[in-house]
């Protein structure tokens, strides 16, 4: 169904003999061309646009698939099988490069889109190379979801499964494992999103949809089942699976802690003034990340008579963040003293730092009619990020705990929210890899510095280094 339009244009041939012919309605209607996937074994109609979770009264469906599976066990199956493990083995041999003078291979696996899925790939991509977070889903016990009547055989996916039957943290955490094996050329996670589809009906369809959004309901979703429990495995026997994590460095959001917010989750403070009276109100707000405008000064594309401008960096995003501000007439502040709305001033200071520190940057923004996307290249740096200047307490904290190092950009190629394409950079064991959907390649420092970012996630520096600062 993917590829090249393949099935799509056999159902486009199919449907000229029908047009040409005179048929009643009742005859119209039951013109159906479907195409099954020969791994998943999931049905789909072009007609209705949509996966096909019933059956013939004749169980056609279901003979169709039978026969699949008994092909899997036969001379001519093994034969392909023996082709695509050639295959497999050659292009594996040109994932080969040298470093150092020897040569290594590139274990690294790409992800396959499974129609616009890049923004789920640029996000998975990127948190499987945040070591901590993507250590302890690997290390869960694996959850068997097949139960009953499907005990042995493969699943199928359909909506027809009921709710309870999914796990969002267990397909997570299969696809984690996936990754970095360097076993196969690139992996499908069909699995993950459908469950994506069952939990999330924001994510239905193969429409492009916006990365940020997708982390964040990924992250909050695993979160509240981290806290639940998920078939049969308790949210204290998950916990203890990764003993580093200490009461003391989980932050809340939603009820009780997860490796979720232990590792994404600070804590900001709200201060609002009244410049009437001067009675000032302050709010803790838990974050998981952190959505930062580009300020409007850097707003307008430089033409080259003005390159040599000023050119907007990470810090002129956190300064524009924190720094204090005077509310519009539309956000007046309800003074408890005044008891009625009046003018405020409002600032941001940083709590407490999480350990990765995701930082959004709002490329996107709507006017009249459409949301148009800010195309300003913003400069970050690689390593010593420092945040101590807009912490509540600086001098609470430790001489090195408050820089951060890149693990992962996640980037936007193209001018809508709704087209363009996904792809993401990420450090894995001191090397720089370039995550485009199935393809993954090698890159440098310099290329990543370039890119214009959307997502940026920093990890908290761990051991002293002598990098400069921002």
Partial sequence: RYVNGHAKKHYEDAQIPITNHKKTEKQEKVQHTVCMDCSSYSTYCYRCDDFVVNDTKLGLVQKVREHLQNLENSAFTSDRHRKRKLLENSSLNSKLLKVNGSTTALCATGLRNLGNTCFMNAILQSLSNIQQFCCYFKELPAVELRNGKTAGRRTYHTRSQGDNNVSLVEEFRKTLCALWQGSQTAFSPESLFYVVWKIMPNFRGYQQQDAHEFMRYLLDHLHLELQGGFNGVSRSVISQENSSLS????????????????????????????????????????????????????????????????????????????????????????????????????????????????????????????????????????????????????????????????????????????????????????????????????????????????????????????????
Wanted: glycine share 6%; hydrophobic share 35%.
């Fill in 247 to 470: 009461a003391s460095n989980k932050c809340c959001i939603n009820g009780a802690s997860t490796v979720v917010t232990a590792i994404f989750g600070g804590i900001l403070q709200n201060e609002v003034n009244c410049l009437i009276c001067g009675t000032e109100s302050r709010k803790f707000d838990p974050f998981l990340d952190l959505s930062l405008d580009i300020p409007s000064q850097f707003r307008n594309k430089r033409t080259k008579n003005q390159e040599n401008g000023p050119m907007c960096t990470l810090r002129d995003c956190l300064r524009s963040f924190t720094d204090l501000e005077e509310l519009d007439e539309t956000e007046l502040y309800m003074c408890h003293k005044c008891k009625k709305k009046q003018k405020s001033t409002k600032k941001f200071w940083i709590q407490k730092l999480p350990k990765v520190l995701c930082l959004h940057l709002k490329r996107f923004h709507w006017t009249a009619y459409l949301r148009n996307k800010v195309d300003t290249y913003v400069e970050f740096p690689l390593r010593g990020l420092d945040m101590k200047c807009y912490l509540l307490e600086p001098e609470n904290s430790g001489p090195e705990s408050c820089l951060y190092d890149l693990a992962a950009v996640v980037v936007h190629h193209g001018s809508g929210v709704g087209s363009g394409h996904y792809t993401a950079y990420a450090a894995h064991e001191g090397r720089w890899f370039h995550f485009n959907d199935s393809t993954v390649t090698l890159t440098d420092e310099e290329t990543v510095v370039k890119a214009k970012a959307y997502i940026l996630f920093y990890v908290e520096r761990q051991a002293k280094s002598g990098s400069d600062k921002l």
